[in-house]
């Protein structure tokens, strides 16, 4: 399931195209050369905590109401590869929950070995963002889940009725939507699919020792790794950057001081056809960020030194030292966690039905 990544390291993304869109800020007119230039600058907790936040244990929404049964089923959905059209891929495929919550390659592989035109972003807190896909044209994790699986390119599968009738010919999954929605005549159907797998992935959650940080623990990271968040903020990496998920809160310009080199792919743009969403992408959320190379939606950047370098030059107008990067990345390291290992188990799948279809490779 491809969706969302990483778009401009340090540029977030706010709503739509309503929300104001911060000022580019000017480069910097320090007259020290940049070799002389200090990696550890003062930090202001108070500063940090007004413009970040701690995770919470989960992204629920009133829209879709958590059960344990819906996520159990949910789990199983993700996990399914009877779900694709060949049925050899899932929602884990892309979105390994052992490597990440991401894929490892520029763009992932799809039905027949097809390529995709995004790089897959990690799955991990993606319930917490504005909105998904790197043009944010699914508002919920909800809708999300059910893209990739009529998408041609990856799962493939023919319509939303061919998915309802492969997961009524598994008899498992009979009883297990009808323990996730009760009550209802017909439990099966692609909106409740949606709804199961987004009850589970809204339990991505992947909290830090950079969340005990935040709740005011203030020996929670090292002095290195306080000096790169000094510098993280201090470079203007949070005006973009902010909020709990540290990122995906807003769009923004990929490009903003100097342009992007690749503009075959136009960003929301392609999706509102409003020119002033020409090259605004999702800014993505810098959890694990260390975890889910390559970066930026054309997965064209393959390390996170240089991805920070590019960031900071294209969005802030600044030329960091080697120093810098270094330090910003020992930052970055402490935003990487993992689920709870039992939650992201890979169940045992309900067992194939007399009448289940048959693999379709063509």
Same mark, same amino acid.
């Not at 879709?64 to 089923?73: F, H, M, Q, S, V």
């Given at each position: 399931?491809?969706?969302?990544?990483?778009?401009?390291?340090?540029?977030?993304?706010?709503?739509?195209?309503?929300?104001? !869109?911060?000022?580019?800020? $000017?480069? #910097?007119?320090?007259?020290?050369?940049?070799? =002389? !230039?200090?990696?550890?600058?003062?930090?202001?907790?108070?500063?940090?905590?007004? *413009?970040?936040?701690?995770?919470? #244990?989960?992204?629920?929404?009133?829209?879709?109401?958590?059960?344990?049964?819906?996520?159990?089923?949910?789990? @199983?959905?993700?996990?399914?590869?009877?779900?694709?059209?060949?049925? =050899?891929?899932?929602?884990?495929?892309?979105?390994?929950?052992?490597?990440?919550?991401?894929?490892?390659?520029?763009?992932?592989?799809?039905?027949?070995?097809?390529?995709?035109?995004?790089?897959? $972003?990690?799955?991990?807190?993606?319930?917490?963002? +504005?909105?998904?896909?790197?043009?944010?044209?699914?508002?919920?994790?909800?809708?999300?889940?059910?893209?990739?699986?009529?998408?041609?390119?990856? @799962?493939?599968?023919?319509?939303?009725?061919?998915?309802?009738?492969?997961?009524?010919?598994?008899?498992?999954?009979?009883?297990?939507?009808?323990?996730?929605?009760?009550?209802?005549?017909?439990?099966?159907?692609?909106?409740?699919?949606? /709804?199961?797998?987004?009850?589970?992935?809204?339990?991505? *959650?992947?909290?830090? /020792?950079?969340?005990?940080? +935040?709740?005011?623990?203030?020996?929670?990271?090292?002095?290195?790794?306080?000096?790169?968040?000094?510098?993280?903020? !201090?470079?203007?990496?949070?005006?973009?950057?902010?909020?709990?998920?540290?990122?995906?809160? @807003?769009? @923004?310009?990929?490009?903003?001081?100097?342009?992007?080199?690749?503009?075959?792919?136009?960003?929301?743009?392609?999706?509102?056809?409003?020119?002033?969403?020409?090259?605004?992408?999702?800014?993505?959320?810098?959890?694990?960020? *260390?975890?889910?190379?390559?970066?930026?939606? =054309?997965? #064209?950047?393959?390390?996170?030194?240089?991805?920070?370098?590019?960031?900071?030059?294209?969005?802030?107008?600044?030329?960091?030292?080697?120093?810098?990067?270094?330090?910003?990345?020992?930052?970055?390291?402490?935003?990487?966690?993992?689920?709870?290992?039992?939650?992201?188990?890979?169940?045992? +799948?309900?067992?194939?039905?007399?009448?289940?279809?048959?693999?379709?490779?063509?």
């Amino acid at each position: 399931m491809r969706t969302l990544h990483i778009v401009g390291l340090f540029a977030i993304v706010g709503c739509t195209r309503e929300p104001p !869109r911060p000022e580019p800020a $000017p480069p #910097s007119t320090a007259t020290t050369p940049p070799s =002389d !230039r200090t990696v550890a600058p003062a930090l202001d907790l108070a500063q940090v905590r007004a *413009v970040l936040a701690p995770l919470p #244990s989960r992204f629920d929404t009133p829209a879709n109401p958590t059960t344990p049964e819906k996520i159990a089923l949910g789990r @199983m959905l993700y996990f399914d590869p009877r779900l694709s059209k060949a049925q =050899d891929l899932s929602c884990a495929s892309c979105h390994d929950l052992d490597k990440g919550g991401a894929d490892t390659g520029p763009f992932s592989k799809g039905h027949n070995g097809k390529l995709g035109g995004r790089n897959a $972003p990690t799955v991990f807190n993606a319930a917490g963002q +504005l909105a998904q896909f790197w043009d944010g044209r699914a508002p919920t994790v909800e809708e999300q889940a059910k893209g990739p699986v009529l998408n041609p390119v990856e @799962m493939a599968m023919p319509d939303p009725d061919h998915v309802a009738a492969v997961l009524r010919s598994i008899p498992g999954y009979v009883v297990a939507f009808g323990k996730a929605f009760p009550g209802e005549s017909e439990p099966i159907t692609y909106d409740n699919f949606g /709804r199961a797998v987004g009850a589970f992935e809204r339990g991505l *959650v992947t909290p830090t /020792r950079f969340d005990a940080l +935040l709740a005011g623990t203030d020996d929670a990271l090292a002095p290195a790794e306080l000096a790169g968040l000094a510098l993280f903020v !201090r470079t203007g990496c949070t005006a973009c950057h902010a909020g709990p998920l540290v990122g995906g809160a @807003m769009y @923004m310009k990929l490009g903003l001081i100097e342009p992007y080199a690749n503009t075959k792919d136009q960003g929301r743009y392609d999706l509102t056809k409003h020119e002033e969403d020409r090259m605004f992408f999702k800014v993505p959320s810098l959890r694990n960020v *260390v975890a889910t190379a390559p970066y930026f939606h =054309d997965g #064209s950047i393959a390390d996170l030194p240089t991805a920070i370098r590019t960031m900071g030059r294209l969005q802030l107008g600044k030329q960091l030292t080697d120093a810098e990067v270094a330090s910003i990345a020992t930052f970055l390291a402490t935003l990487s966690g993992k689920p709870d290992a039992a939650y992201i188990a890979r169940p045992a +799948l309900p067992a194939t039905g007399p009448h289940t279809p048959k693999p379709d490779r063509t």
